[in-house]
């Protein structure tokens, strides 16, 4: 059986803690920002974790 390969797109946008689940960036914060609130853009700048349902295929797409 060969190896799986990781998914090169996933190892890219999601990181592992301690713990093991994952983290991603929050979407909206790249562009126009000139248009959205300082709020907004300081509360999108925080990680968050994936949803519990979506982290088991993510581990498997990073090979964990």
Do not use: C, I, W
Request: net charge positive.
């Amino acid at each position: 059986m060969p190896k799986m390969k990781t998914h090169s797109g996933v190892k890219k946008r999601f990181k592992l803690t301690g713990k093991g689940k994952l983290k991603r960036q929050q979407a909206n914060r790249r562009h126009y920002l000139e248009h959205k609130s300082s709020r907004l853009t300081r509360r999108l700048a925080s990680d968050e974790l994936v949803s519990s349902a979506d982290a088991p295929k993510l581990k498997k797409m990073m090979g964990k």
